[in-house]
């Protein structure tokens, strides 16, 4: 089967770095995704990686190791529209299929 | 203006009675997919379609249809429904499975 790990809440500081994880198990791995989902909205793209290692986009970076079934999501220079839902999900199956993690909860205060 | 769109986007509806959800986008994308969204359990994928007349079950099939006559649109069919099916679904498209999709706005079906 396939499990899928991400903290179910986080809190940071306006102006800080926080760090989402996600672990992974599963069969037939193509690649590993971040989303972002507001309240009430629909889930928008962030990052995809394939090779292990870091990929960074302005404040956001990524991490994926295929074997030690790992990644994370950086978010740097954190500001209050941050706050949102970070999901991580795996594309598997001959890549075909995508399975989403619950979801991690960022909380920015001031 | 690049868009996935779905309809209708609250939906109440009765044990047994068949809907229909339409997913329709103007990008060209190849590749569509249903998921279904509840607390506590994420995004969940109900099917996909890699193209034309091409669809697959994701981890959650039981209980929906899906069709793919046409490249843009991709319906969602709930032939009786029930109230477990009473969930926040979104349709999503991508050029290929292994790019950014990009999500309609969600539709909120509440089964009685």
């Known amino acids: 089967g396939q499990n899928i790990d991400q903290p179910t809440e986080m809190t940071a500081t306006e102006g800080a770095i926080v760090q989402i994880n996600c672990t992974y198990q599963?069969?037939?791995?193509?690649?590993l995704f971040w989303y972002q989902q507001h309240a009430g909205e629909a889930p928008t793209f962030l990052s995809y990686?394939?090779?292990?290692g870091l990929e960074e986009k302005g404040r956001f970076s990524s991490f994926l190791s295929r074997s030690k079934g790992y990644s994370y999501l950086l978010l740097k220079e954190l500001q209050m529209k941050d706050s949102a839902s970070y999901l991580c999900?795996?594309?598997?199956?001959?890549?075909?299929?995508?399975?989403f993690g619950t979801g991690t909860q960022l909380k920015v205060e001031l | 203006e690049a868009q996935v769109t779905q309809n209708p986007r609250y939906l109440i509806t009765v044990t047994g009675k068949k809907l229909t959800v339409t997913c329709s986008q103007n990008?060209?994308?190849?590749?569509m997919s249903w998921y279904r969204q509840d607390p506590g359990l994420g995004l969940r994928q109900i099917y996909y379609?890699?193209?034309?007349?091409?669809?697959d079950k994701g981890d959650v099939p039981e209980g929906y249809k899906v069709s793919r006559k046409e490249k843009r649109n991709f319906p969602l069919i709930l032939e009786s429904p029930s109230p477990n099916q009473t969930s926040l679904y979104f349709c999503?498209?991508?050029?290929?499975?292994?790019?950014?999709?990009?999500f309609g706005p969600g539709t909120r079906l509440t089964v009685t």
């Open positions: 599963t069969s037939g791995f193509n690649g």
């Open positions: 990008m060209n994308h190849e590749y």
């Open positions: 999503a498209s991508s050029v290929d499975r292994v790019v950014e999709q990009y």
């Open positions: 379609s890699m193209n034309v007349e091409v669809t």
């Open positions: 999900a795996v594309l598997r199956g001959g890549g075909n299929k995508l399975t």
């Open positions: 990686n394939v090779l292990d």
